[in-house]
């Protein structure tokens, strides 16, 4: 059995989006979102770059890297740390090319692939659970300030 729970593949696979860490040769660190965020195995995430090359770089120097991918309705998910190696030709690029054509992505905008191997993970939720609410009552909060976003309004929910 590996590091990656069965909810842990759930909320990755569902969510789609991770933040990816990783640290600049100055030491600071750089975000980026990976849309192409997938469980590869019970012990490892992938993503494609397909236009970023700052976390690249950073990954050649570097290869600690965290991702972060949480439901942002109901303000829950984890954080994975681990150790990165960048895929840029080979057996294991081609099969993890046809891993995402698998899957629908437009493989032709792809260009190297990540994958990472999880040193630990943990679970991420909103300080909106320490005050009592339950799953369903942050999720309409959140529901309901993207509706009024897209409505033109802008009531941001309390709790967090």
């Not at 770059?49 to 972060?68: D, F, H, K, M, Y």
């Not at 032709?108 to 943990?122: D, H, M």
Request: glycine share 8%; with cysteine.
């Amino acid at each position: 059995m590996g590091l990656l729970t069965t909810d842990m593949k759930r909320v990755v696979e569902e969510q789609r989006l991770g933040f990816v860490a990783t640290v600049c040769p100055d030491g600071t660190p750089n975000l980026s979102p990976k849309g192409t965020t997938r469980v590869w195995d019970d012990d490892h995430l992938v993503f494609a770059n397909i236009r970023s090359p700052g976390t690249l770089a950073n990954l050649r120097q570097n290869a600690s890297v965290e991702v972060n991918v949480v439901d942002p309705f109901l303000r829950m998910g984890y954080r994975f740390k681990g150790v990165a190696v960048v895929l840029e030709s080979g057996d294991l690029y081609d099969k993890a090319i046809a891993f995402y054509k698998e899957r629908g992505a437009r493989v032709s905008v792809l260009r190297e692939v990540v994958l990472v191997r999880i040193q630990s993970a943990y679970p991420i939720d909103s300080p909106a659970y320490d005050f009592g609410l339950t799953e369903d009552e942050v999720c309409a909060r959140w529901e309901c300030y993207y509706q009024s976003l897209r409505a033109g309004r802008t009531t941001s929910p309390t709790g967090e």
